[in-house]
């Protein structure tokens, strides 16, 4: 009888965020054929090599030696056991991160320095990454959160200096959009706005320039968060 190749494939893991690259060893054997094939099977490789697989599930390799003989194996494709980030909680110029998971958790705000807390203090204005990792896990998990830097003037005269009120990052919170009213002394609603980018008002109201005075803003996050506040605006009417 002639020898069969025969080897084993563990199941393979791989962080969430990144890729699987494999290479199979089989000793004692020249082989000649390779056929990878992945869960909807297709074939996905001919060579000893698979690479780039973020496609979870069941796989199969089928080697042949140059004797002729073959032998497949099934190996399974799986995601490291990572923590979740449930959610984030703003304060202020804090952040609580509250993340879950089967282990010990460590978290950073550059994905180099680690702490035991959760919780980060005076962060600055603009978008700020929170990364979570088990303490003895090798994937990083992160999500970005943003402290809103909201100015409280602007000179509509088109010298193209500070024309416009914008408030950026709001793109962090994904497809989910953000709503912007602003008033008059009176009360009366001069802009409203809903945006997943940034908030951009030019000091007009049906395209003409509002009069100079103090006007006052109800922004609210798709986080639960409303800043309130007022903007002055500098014009020439």
Known sequence: LKPTPVFDISDLYFCPDSSLDYTVQVNNYNIVSYIWTDPSGQ??????????????????LTITADNGCSYTDTFEVKHFDVPVIQSLEANGNSYTVHATGTSPILYSIDGVTWQTSNIFYNLPTGITTFYVKYVEGE???????????????????????????????????????????????????????????????????????????????????????????????????
């Open 43 to 60: 074939i996905i490789s001919n060579t000893d090599t698979i690479s780039g697989i973020t496609t979870l599930g069941m796989y199969n």
């Open 139 to 237: 994937c990083i998990i992160k999500q970005d959160g943003v402290i809103l830097d909201i100015k409280n003037a602007i000179t509509p005269n088109g010298d193209g200096l500070n024309d416009d009120w914008i408030v950026k990052d709001l793109h962090v919170f994904g497809n989910k959009k953000s709503n912007v009213k602003i008033f008059d002394r009176y009360g009366f609603k001069v802009f409203e706005q809903d945006t997943n980018t940034q908030i951009i008002w030019d000091g007009t109201i049906v395209g003409r320039t509002v009069s100079t005075s103090t006007y006052w803003y109800v922004i609210t996050l798709p986080d639960g968060r409303t800043f309130t506040g007022w903007v002055v605006v500098k014009s020439n009417n």
